[in-house]
């Protein structure tokens, strides 16, 4: 089983960078879509970023197209995500989560293991 693990999550200003990584223990990690997620109270748990098992595909919700970056690491087992141009509205608690298909998704519901989440906060 793939076991998630968030970290690099804190106190931002609004225009800074911060950068999430995701580790994971598991043998299946490298022929999994991996993503990211944020949630904050009382709203839908909501697609960031997704990338494919080789890193060559990758996706993103329009409102984090050209500040975020995800990428990954097959041979450490971790997937990252660089975000830039931090606003307010991106605050959040992330979640980094594994799908065991080599088809992306940025549907919630079809990832099969969560992180438990890291709370990032931009202060604007």
């Known amino acids: 089983q793939v076991q998630l693990v968030e970290s690099g999550g804190g106190l931002v200003q609004a225009g800074g960078s911060l950068s999430l990584s995701c580790a994971a223990s598991?043998?299946?990690?490298?022929?999994?879509?991996m993503g990211w997620f944020r949630q904050v109270p009382g709203k839908e748990r909501e697609f960031v970023a997704a990338i494919s098992w080789n890193g060559r595909g990758t996706y993103y919700a329009d409102s984090v197209k050209e500040r975020f970056t995800i990428s990954r690491d097959n041979a450490k087992n971790t997937v990252y995500l660089q975000m830039n141009s931090l606003k307010s509205e991106d605050t959040a608690v992330y979640y980094c989560?594994?799908?065991?298909?080599?088809?992306?998704?940025?549907?919630?519901?079809?990832?099969?293991?969560w992180g438990q989440g890291t709370q990032v906060t931009v202060s604007s």
């Open positions: 989560a594994a799908r065991f298909s080599n088809v992306s998704s940025s549907l919630p519901g079809q990832y099969d293991v």
């Open positions: 598991g043998h299946i990690f490298s022929s999994s879509t």
